[in-house]
Nanobody, 124 residues
Framework: QVQLVESGGGSVQAGGSLRLSCAASGRTSSSNAMGWFREATGKEREFVAAISWSGGNTDYAETVKGRFTISRDNAKNTVYLQMNYLKPEDTAVYYC?????????????????WGQGTQVTVSS
């Protein structure tokens, strides 16, 4: 089992920044790709960003490309999501996930471990 715990969420005004962290514990493996998803009220959970096991490859949703940056520190078993130029439409619960694959994945079923989520609220 792998446990994922997100932190760093909060409330911010439009144009501001937040940095989310996801700490992994348990039977962790640095050979797994990691991803961030988000779920706004009344909407389905959607892909935000993903990073390969090495950190050398990343993938982003078009809606966040150029504003968000995903990174990882395998020595600390931690994945980060730096979010800049936040917009009200970025408001959602953000979830960290661990994939069974080593390359970045965009689909929910390609992830087999999920965190509990952290709330991000962006006001206009």
């Amino acid at each position: 089992q792998v446990q994922l715990v997100e932190s760093g969420g909060g409330s911010v005004q439009a144009g501001g920044s937040l940095r989310l962290s996801c700490a992994a514990s348990g039977r962790t493996s640095s050979s797994n790709a990691m991803g961030w998803f988000r779920e706004a009220t009344g909407k389905e959970r959607e892909f935000v960003a993903a990073i390969s096991w090495s950190g050398g490859n990343t993938d982003y949703a078009e809606t966040v490309k150029g504003r968000f940056t995903i990174s990882r520190d395998n020595a600390k078993n931690t994945v980060y999501l730096q979010m800049n130029y936040l917009k009200p439409e970025d408001t959602a619960v953000y979830y960290c996930a661990a994939s069974k694959y080593g390359t970045p994945r965009m689909l929910r079923y390609e992830y087999n471990y999920w965190g509990q989520g952290t709330q991000v609220t962006v006001s206009s």
